[in-house]
């Protein structure tokens, strides 16, 4: 039996400089293992780091690798001492490794300190835009009821990341209702799952962008207001939004970077928290003495382990959460339409996640 997936090939030109294209692939599926499952795939989700890993901008980049960490499918065949009650379910991937359900809540237990997320590199072999894909049967969870294999395949990374950046590195002291949130860029998976999530807690809700799409969104999943990040000052104009008897901020959730520690000083309560996810901006950031007398937490966050993804997902069923999809494409063998996912998300146009159907008879 044989698999199509999709990966990268090489291409002349220097890291950042290229952009490796896509290609369609068949090979032999692995034998299950003793405690496997084989997961017909039903869809698979676009995050940052497959752009990055496009331009070999992402450690390990690796070719002939299925991309892609976000999946969701139906378990198809299992292996000799795998639970007999997985067979035909709906299961989402957890989309890292070295980060296993016993391990810290500090990091994972990996050497390097990393969590290696699965798709494109050379620390896993796999990769969730494939036709059929094996797994351990501890790596999975079941798909929650009221979501669709697309809205299931949107969560994986996005969830996870936006789940820990607020419910372990913010801290429930800073997500609780009442609380007083700032979710900078929105439009994006995870800052759109963090605010989904904060709202969910009860937490008052704040938002940046630029494109009014986004300002539409954000208001009608709950967002108390929007500023303009590209004005000058912006931190000004949002702290005027807020309740003239609480003009400050418990947390800001961050996947930009830039100048935000800065802008962070003025907006944050003393001893607030910054949570920083990702460095869309910049790869490095400045870390004024201003921040120092204000005793603010700066913390980064990447992924979680798979505790977290059982919670998180565990959340999602009961407080029923949807998560934003903003395109989906049909096919596995339709690289034109995937390829214009990644055009999209390289313009930053995307509000809510890019997904990939490999299922016809997949709907939302």
Request: hydrophobic share 45%.
């Amino acid at each position: 039996m044989k698999t199509q997936y999709i990966t990268i090939s090489p291409t002349p030109g220097l890291r950042g400089q290229v952009f490796y294209p896509l290609t369609l692939r068949t090979a032999p599926i692995p034998p299950l293992q003793s405690h496997s499952l084989l997961i017909k795939i039903s869809a698979a989700a676009l995050n940052h780091r497959d752009l990055f890993l496009r331009q070999h901008l992402y450690p390990g980049t690796t070719f002939g690798v299925p991309l892609l960490a976000d999946g969701a499918g139906t378990v198809v065949d299992i292996g000799p001492q795998a639970s007999p009650g997985w067979l035909g379910k709906r299961v989402v991937i957890y989309p890292g490794a070295g980060w296993s359900w016993p391990s810290s809540l500090e990091g994972p237990e990996d050497e390097a300190g990393y969590v290696w997320i699965i798709g494109g590199t050379k620390y896993n072999p796999a990769g969730t835009l494939s036709d059929y894909m094996v797994v351990d049967q501890g790596e999975v969870e079941p798909v929650p009821g009221h979501l669709s294999a697309l809205q299931a395949a949107a969560l994986p990374v996005a969830g996870l990341t936006a789940w820990r950046a607020l419910m372990v590195k913010a801290g429930v002291g800073n997500c609780r209702p009442g609380s007083q949130i700032l979710v900078t860029g929105i439009g994006g998976g995870v800052a759109l799952m963090v605010l989904l999530f904060a709202v969910k807690m009860g937490a008052r809700v704040w938002v940046t962008s630029s494109r009014r799409e986004k300002v539409e969104e954000a208001v009608r999943l709950g967002a108390m207001g929007v500023v303009n990040y590209r004005e000058e000052k912006w931190e000004e104009r949002i702290l005027e939004l807020l309740p003239k008897e609480r003009r400050v901020f418990d947390a800001v959730v961050d996947g930009a970077g830039g100048n935000i520690i800065d802008r962070a000083v003025k907006l944050l309560k003393a001893g607030g928290v910054v949570v920083i996810y990702g460095m869309t901006s910049a790869p490095s950031m400045s870390f004024p003495m201003r921040a120092v007398l204000k005793n603010l937490d700066i913390r980064g966050s990447a992924l979680g382990s798979r505790r977290e993804f059982a919670q998180m997902m565990d959340f999602v069923r009961e407080k029923r959460v949807v998560p934003v999809i903003g395109r989906v494409v049909h096919g596995i063998d339709n690289l034109d339409a995937i390829e214009e996912l990644f055009d999209i998300m390289r313009s930053g146009r995307q509000t809510g996640k890019l997904v990939i159907s490999l299922d016809p008879e997949t709907k939302l």
